[in-house]
């Protein structure tokens, strides 16, 4: 926080142009003259915070509204004589777990880093992100926070400059700020004249800031001042109003319900949910909104007909006995309050020495996110995209297409009891998320997911989050581990080995071998061509196999396994052997090509965009056609990397008011993460 200091004396100081200025040591002021014989200053220090305004409670059975979340606003707490950092927006530094350490070389990409191991390496990093290094320095020691504001054109609102005095006493002192076309400014109880607005201030005072965005602006740091600064002394606060262009989201909502009779009516109950919770309403005016975000729903004409009009373009009923068989669907035992069904109370005697309701197992049908939720294997289904398949195929059936974003609304729960919806930060473009029915009516969740989807991570950084960075660094940079081991007394290659990226890319240039996979991060049509050239090489390669064959079975035939057809010396081989050698590699080749048929089959199925994303086919690649997906893979590591580098701060779950944090009341994002989703919007 910048400590502006303010010099004034009752008797008039003189100041003669004509003589060179020099410095008093005591007070910094110029004075023309003799510096010793200048008249006695009072030391005045005083700064200004801008922060959220809340109006006083007047009348406490009608308070006033506060501050839910109505535009951007982010700031830190920083002493104004030391420069240590205090809280960033209201949350204690001791609430810091991780952070971000840029690394010494463009080249190098840093580390999350625990704050434990490096306080000092926080608070830079803090300074940084927050920008306090460009912030003016009118004094010796002291820096003034400059919060990040962003409004949408025609927004209203209100902050508040507290006048914030150290020593000295304030006399008439006038600070002024100027606007531009872009925004207007009017300090309440001032004057203002054309752009300029001012106002004079007294110690501990709250002054109103009204702030109206006229049009559209790039983003725009102001500075407030005094009236009629020394030449030194005159920036007393500021703010940062961020680039605010409107960006516009649309989705289609639709429903996930089972193919029963009721299934219609299923859907009509979530979506009159959404609509009662008014979750387009919160999305625009108390959450997105903040990162200068619109959400339109697509199918909006649906929502205000509801209960007259058709659903059947606008939900997708599985059939539970196909799904069943496939582990999308199932039933498992829930910990579940024992309530008075299709209420909150509690059931009569259910009710624990604490006052809380008990928990009882209770059957429940669900939505199977992993099949290890049933008891079977540790694998996900990417239910969100399956539903979504299954929904665009149901329009083709109708010769009706949709490729916009979506929102799922399920009729049923997770079979993960910590899972109420899910988004995905990769591919880039991923355009979509899924409720459950346990958090359908919960409307930070809808912003939560939206921002996954927007390329933000959790503000926290746990166990998944830990395991996600460390799979995408070592895939990177390696895991160190040596790429041979001694087994049975020879070298082998060792599985636990993963090469650097740039070493894997450089060895698939050179080497003759073939690289089985049973997922890749890449483009589909990088994919589909590179898989092609492989299949094009494997059926050339058995037909030189079947050639071979056939020529030594014409040369020799009618003559003894045991006759030597091939070599010499100690490196011969026998006719048998060598027609065994053929016959190995041609079933190598036709297991190849029928992996490789099958995966290309799959792939021409993919209805979605053309990004690199994680690809689940078992493919098998000649070392120099994997090369460019390898490349590709580099470019999604690095892309989880940067996302996760891009929170620079990791909180302590639950501490925060973040919308991206967890267990907490979400309300705020942070300047950084505003960016991060407003970049975001070039991969739609």
Known sequence: MEEHLNYYSEKDIVETASTTYVENSETDILYGGNPEKAPSADLVNYYIKVRIYNPPVVDPANPPKKYNGEFGFDWIDVDPSSEEVQKIQDVAFSNIEYFYKKGATANDLGDIIAKSADEQGAKDAITANYRLGECPKPCKDGKIDMPFVLIKPGQEISLSLEVALTSGVLNNEKIYLEGNDCYSFELVGGTKTGNKTEKIIADKEIVVLKIKCLKESPETTFKIKQENPTQKLETVGGFTMMENKILKLKFRVIALVANEPTASAKAQALFQKFKDNKVKEYLNENSLNQAGYEVEIENQAMFDTLGSGDLDDYFYAFDKTDWTNKKYFGNVIKQKYDVIPGTNTCKPGSVDASGNCKKVPVPTDVIVDNQKDLGGLDKANAIDEIAITEYKNKLKTKSKTYEGGIIILSDFESS????????????????????????????????????????????????????????????????????????????????????????????????????????????????????????????????????????????????????????????????????????????????????????????????????????????????SHYTAILRESNVYYKNVINQIHSNNLMFIQGKTKNIMDYHNERVVFLHNQIKVMRDDLANY
């Open 416 to 623: 993960d009891p910590a899972t109420g919806a899910y988004s995905r930060t990769s591919p880039l473009n991923h355009y979509a998320l899924i409720v459950y029915s346990t958090n359908t009516e919960s409307k930070d969740t809808y912003a939560h997911e939206i921002g996954h989807m927007l390329g933000l991570p959790h503000l926290f950084f746990d166990a998944k989050e830990k395991d996600s960075y460390k799979i995408a660094r070592e895939n990177i940079l390696g895991n160190g581990k040596p790429d041979t081991i001694i087994k049975d007394g020879k070298n082998v290659p060792n599985p636990e080995c993963i090469l650097p990226i740039a070493e894997q890319i450089n060895k698939s240039l050179t080497e003759s071998k073939y690289y089985i996979r049973t997922e890749v991060y890449a483009k589909k049509s990088t994919i589909k061509r590179q898989l092609q050239l492989s299949i094009n090489y494997f059926t050339t390669e058995k037909s030189n196999e079947q050639r071979d064959k056939a020529r030594i079975e014409t040369a020799f035939r009618g003559q003894p396994d045991t006759v030597i057809v091939a070599g010499s010396g100690t490196k011969t081989q026998t006719k048998g052997v060598y027609i065994g050698l053929c016959n190995t590699k041609i079933t190598q080749y036709i297991n190849y090509l029928n992996d490789n048929n099958i995966a290309m089959s799959e792939i021409n199925a993919l209805t979605d965009n053309d990004k690199i994303k994680k690809h689940s086919f078992k493919m098998i690649f000649k070392a």
